[in-house]
C-alpha cells in the first residue's frame, strides 16, 4: 500500500525567511505526485504537480518542489515566506493510472511577522 | 470558472438525525469522490463516481453511509443515523478525467453531530 510521510506536523517560520516542507512516499514506480494547500475553513487548492516531466516542479504563488526518486522524496520549498502562505500543506500521492489519492497527514505552515 | 461547490457550509444535527450533503462539481469533471477530513484521522476517501460506471464505494465507514450522482453531474452523499464520530468536514472533489489528473476540491461541509 502507498504511503505519504510529512516528516514535521507544524513548522514555523519568519516573513520572508525560506519555507521547507518535507515529504517522502513510498511508491517503488514514478508516481505522481501533488502539493495541496488548505486555508482554514476552505478546501485544498492545488499548488504543484509532478508527472515526470521534469523533476523541478514550479507552482503557484513561488512554491516548488523537486522529485528525487533516489530520496523518495518531494520537498516544497518557497525562498521568501509571506504572512497569506500561513496554511496547511498537503503531500499527495497517486498511483500509476489509479484514481485514489493518497494524503500525508499535513504540515501546519505559521509565519512568524 | 466556477469551482467545486458544497452545501450546506455548516450542518449541525442531533445524533440519530439523517443529513444530506450537496455537491455540484465543476462543469464538464465526468469523475467526483468524497473525502472525510477529521481530526487525528486526515483526509480519507470515501467513494468515487466516473460517469455512468458502477461507483467505488470502497471507502465508505458503515451502511449508514451512501452517494448518489444523478445525471452524471451532481452528487449527494446521504448520512443516516447519524453517529456523533460522523463529525468531520466532507469535501467534494472533482477532475476532468479520471487517473492522475489533479481533484479540484470544495470549500467542504462541516458537520457537527450534538
Known amino acids: 500500500a502507498q504511503s505519504v510521510t510529512q516528516l514535521d506536523s507544524h513548522v514555523s517560520v519568519s516573513e520572508g525567511t525560506p519555507v521547507l516542507l518535507r515529504c517522502n512516499y513510498s511508491?517503488?514506480?514514478?508516481?505522481?505526485l501533488f502539493w495541496y494547500v488548505q486555508h482554514p475553513n476552505k478546501g485544498l487548492q492545488l499548488l504543484l504537480k509532478?508527472?515526470?516531466?521534469?523533476?523541478l516542479v514550479k507552482g503557484i504563488n513561488g512554491f516548488e518542489a523537486e522529485f528525487k526518486k533516489s530520496e523518495t522524496s518531494f520537498h516544497l520549498t518557497k525562498p521568501s515566506a509571506h504572512m497569506s502562505d500561513a496554511a496547511e500543506y498537503f503531500c499527495?500521492?497517486?498511483?500509476?493510472?489509479?484514481?485514489?489519492?493518497?494524503f500525508g497527514k499535513g504540515t501546519k505552515l505559521s509565519v512568524i511577522p | 470558472g466556477a469551482g467545486v461547490s458544497q452545501s450546506p457550509s455548516n450542518k449541525v444535527t442531533e445524533k440519530g438525525k439523517d443529513v444530506e450533503l450537496r455537491c455540484d462539481p465543476i462543469?464538464?469533471?465526468?469523475?467526483l469522490y468524497w473525502y472525510r477530513q477529521s481530526l487525528g484521522q486526515g483526509l480519507e476517501f470515501l467513494i468515487y463516481?466516473?460517469?455512468?460506471?458502477?461507483?467505488?464505494k470502497s471507502g465508505l465507514p458503515s451502511d449508514r453511509f451512501s452517494a448518489e450522482r444523478t445525471g452524471g453531474s451532481v452528487s449527494t452523499l446521504t448520512i443516516q443515523r447519524t453517529q456523533q464520530e460522523d463529525s468531520a468536514v466532507y469535501l467534494c472533489?472533482?477532475?476532468?478525467?479520471?487517473?492522475?489528473?489533479?481533484?479540484?476540491f470544495g470549500d467542504g461541509t462541516r458537520l457537527s453531530i450534538l
Open positions: 463516481f466516473q460517469g455512468n460506471s458502477a461507483p467505488d
Open positions: 509532478y508527472t515526470s516531466a521534469a523533476t
Open positions: 499527495v500521492e497517486s498511483g500509476a493510472g489509479s484514481y485514489q489519492l493518497t
Open positions: 511508491s517503488s514506480y514514478s508516481p505522481s
Open positions: 472533489a472533482s477532475s476532468l478525467l479520471p487517473g492522475n489528473q489533479p481533484q479540484h
Open positions: 462543469s464538464g469533471h465526468t469523475a
